[in-house]
């Protein structure tokens, strides 16, 4: 696995749109206060030519300029780390000209986004073996104070800080908007985090594998192309295990249970080592008497590994930062949870 250099002190970071661009509000407002962000913290910026491009269908601009977009900025000597403006509908278009060959040649560079961005995030990693960050997109940091996942986040594009802890409270409905385009999370909830098996007072359950895994909606879009790797990624790293961390955007209950379903019966899942499962945004909704947990977890049992749910991982904000392709060691206390990367020389 290949790991990129760290953002260093007045480095360069640039913003690619292979998803959406920053074009309507709040995010394009938001967009312009990270970057004076960013500047007023010594870093210089660059933006890629979809940044402030709405000419596509679910993505800023045709799938082939949003690729070479992302494969110029990729190569470029003139950013150091980049950054997803955001997330979107149909990257998986992107894809097909998304240079994986190249991306294997070049000097690995990080990338951070989430959602729609899986779509890179988890292919650099079973194509080209360089980790990525599933992680806040551009306009997230264009918040007036940061939420202390937004400096985690930052912190590890900076290689400051490889181990992380739960957030106390999340976000079940946004107040962001046009006419608050900066304002912080609306945190009413108090982290919900629970555990299969459950654990015992005064103990822990631990894990220790490579991550992998991003947003199940579009995981199961890649599912079963040419471009699911997914089995020979199982095989390179079989030593290792791997701990499948998964989330959802659209997908209500039954469609989270389906797609666990399909990964399960592709092989997906023959060298798992545990799961870590994020907040879903269809959070709270129960169909046929039973929500996304109990959904989750009877097609997972027989795996008889961890399984970890309502994560700050993904769409209900805060989100952790998680690299895709690290190896990584877990521990849960029942409230308490860590995940700690291991930036293998």
Known sequence: MRYPEFLKDRGTIGFVAPSMGCTTEP?????????????SMGYKTIEGPNCRCDSGIGISNTPKKCAEELNESYASADSDVLISCGGGELMCEVVPYIDFERVKQSKPKWYMGYSDNTNFTFLEATIADT????????????????????????DLLCGRKLSFTNYPMWEKESIKD???????????????ISSIPAVAKESRLTMRGRLLGGCMDCLINLLGTSFDHV????ERY???????????????????????????????????????????????????????RQALASLLREFNVPIIMDLDIG?????????????ADVSFDGS????????EQ
């Open 27 to 39: 995010y394009r407002s938001a967009f312009d206060n990270a970057i004076k962000r960013f500047h």
């Open 131 to 154: 980790a990525g960050i599933y992680g806040p997109c551009a306009g997230s940091f264009g918040m007036e104070v940061w939420h202390e996942s937004l400096t985690d986040a930052f």
């Open 178 to 192: 046009e006419n608050a385009p900066f304002v912080g999370y609306n945190l009413t909830e108090k982290s919900c």
């Open 231 to 234: 089995r020979e990624f199982n």
């Open 238 to 292: 079989s030593d290792d295990g791997i701990i499948w961390f998964l989330e959802a955007c659209d997908l209500n209950v039954m469609g989270m249970r389906r797609a666990m379903w399909q990964m399960k019966n592709a092989g997906w899942f023959s060298n798992v080592k545990g799961f870590l499962i994020g907040r879903p945004a269809h959070f709270g909704e129960e169909m046929f008497g039973i929500d996304h």
């Open 315 to 327: 769409h209900m904000s805060p989100m952790m930062p998680v690299i895709c392709g690290s190896m």
């Open 336 to 343: 308490n949870f860590t995940i700690s990367y291991d930036i």
